[in-house]
């Protein structure tokens, strides 16, 4: 069974970066398409991009286009998202999930979720 495990979230200021990882083990990862969600308090979660299966392809939430981007690397069974010009908006646990396609930004059928990494903007 595949299992998801992010990592990389942290404190960062206003303006600054963040890589997020999502590593799986108990499968190949490149055989789906991946999303990033994120929930902040007393918020529903929301998705963020996802990247599909084959070409590699990404698609962004509006709210992160220009400053996110979401990448594979196959021979490590990670998927990253690379977080720029972080703003307090962008705060929250981030999730990464294993879906059955991308609608848009959003993956679908997500049928293994990670236990989510937090992500906290100080201004």
């Known amino acids: 069974q595949l299992q998801l495990v992010e990592s990389g979230g942290g404190l960062v200021q206003v303006g600054g970066s963040l890589r997020l990882s999502c590593a799986a083990s108990?499968?190949?990862?490149?055989?789906?398409?991946i999303g990033w969600f994120r929930q902040a308090p007393g918020k529903a979660r929301e998705a963020v991009s996802c990247i599909s299966d084959g070409d590699g392809r990404a698609v962004y939430a509006d709210s992160v286009k220009g400053r996110f981007a979401t990448s594979r690397d196959n021979a490590k069974n990670t998927v990253y998202l690379q977080m720029n010009s972080l703003k307090p908006e962008d705060e929250g646990v981030y999730y990464c999930?294993?879906?059955?396609?991308?609608?848009?930004?959003?993956?679908?059928?997500?049928?293994?979720w990670g236990q989510g990494t937090q992500v906290t903007v100080s201004s």
């Open positions: 999930a294993a879906g059955v396609q991308c609608i848009g930004y959003i993956s679908a059928g997500n049928r293994y």
């Open positions: 108990g499968g190949a990862l490149d055989r789906y398409p």
